[in-house]
Each structure stands twice: as structure tokens, then as C-alpha cells.
């Protein structure tokens, strides 16, 4: 709470904002505006496309889940066993025309945005990672998250073990690094530096010039 009053502070927040669900829903806006007003001027040549939601096999490397999961659809043990969790829904995609007239768009990001981290809504992420990494065809689409977690133990859920994620994106990490400073312990401010020195944690200002490789 006390690195939360003083990130708040940082920022010159002085009223309620939104909260619960309404937070996590202006998040994936915000980064779906901020990547469709960049991407263009980073890499005019590329045809960007920034989107919500969707299911990824309308994407090439993906399109093979759409046959698999009308087979499953079909046979009630193959349902019982696989489920649907390989049809994952991200929050905010990029994608870029298919290589060869006709073919379905490439996926070229997958931005997960979680407006805070508890322990669930990191397993949920790391998850979405692991399917888009094992069922893909070809090239891998870019895989970050982004939060406005304020607690560094929180973000080391992360940051800490899980290469199917590029990177974690931090809404605010400068002020973020000073109310850690002012008002964290001594694990966590090693925490944070360790995230930021081993590129695990980025400001999200830098997020589209980071996908637009």
C-alpha cells in the first residue's frame, strides 16, 4: 500500500479512478491506441493491422486449431480430454498480411494486459504464452505482457522463469523505480533492479518500437 500511495503520488493522481473490471478494460485500449498511432510512423512500409480479441486461428500459424477444433466438436471424448484452451483469445493482437496473396494474416504480437497481478492472472498469462508457443506453425509472434502492478514480488511472477514471454511492460516504471525507492524494502528494490538490468522489465513506452522488429 505505502508503494502504491507513492507511485500515486509520482504520477500526480489526486482522485479515484475506475476500478475492477473498467481498469483492465481502458488498459487494452490504451495499448491498442498507442500501438496503432506508433507502429505506422516506426515502420510506415508495413501494413499493420491492431486488434482485440479474436481467436488466433484466423491467423496463418495458427488456422490448423480451427480443423482441430471442429474434429473435437464431434467426439465428446475428444472434448472431455482436450478441451478448448488451445484457442486462446488474447486481449490485444498485431498482425501483418500473409506472405502469399490468399493466405490468412501472420499474427506478428500477442499483448497480454492485466491492470494488476495476482497469482491467477499471471498463471493465466504464462499459459496463453505456452499455448501460442507449442501450437504454432512457423514464425512465433512476438509474446509481452503489460501491467500497472505496483508490487515488484508480484511482477517477479513474470519476469522470473517464464521464457515462452518476451518481456513484461510496465504502464509507469520510471515513477514506478521511485516509489519503490521511497517506500519498498530492501528485497524488493533488488527485485526491481534485477528485472530492469536482465531486460525482463520495460517501460511501455517503448513497447511498439520493441514489436515492430
Known sequence: MAISRALL??????????????????LEHGVRDLLRNELPAIAPSVDWTVGAGGRISDYWQYEHLARISRIVDQDPSLRTELGGDYLVKPDV????????????????????????LRSDRAQNIRHEAITLVRHRRGRQPHI????????????????????EIDAVYHVCLQELIEAVDEAGNRAQKQDLDEFVDQRRLFDLSVLPSHVSV
Open 9 to 26: 503520488r509520482n504520477l500526480g493522481v489526486t482522485k479515484q479512478a475506475p476500478g475492477g473490471q473498467s481498469a483492465g478494460s481502458i
Open 93 to 116: 493482437v498485431v498482425s501483418v498480411p500473409g506472405a502469399e496473396r490468399g493466405h490468412s494474416p501472420t499474427l506478428h504480437a500477442v499483448v497480454s494486459c492485466k491492470f494488476t
Open 144 to 163: 509481452v505482457a503489460v501491467t500497472a502492478e505496483p508490487l515488484p514480488s508480484r511482477i517477479a511472477a513474470l519476469c522470473r522463469g517464464t521464457g
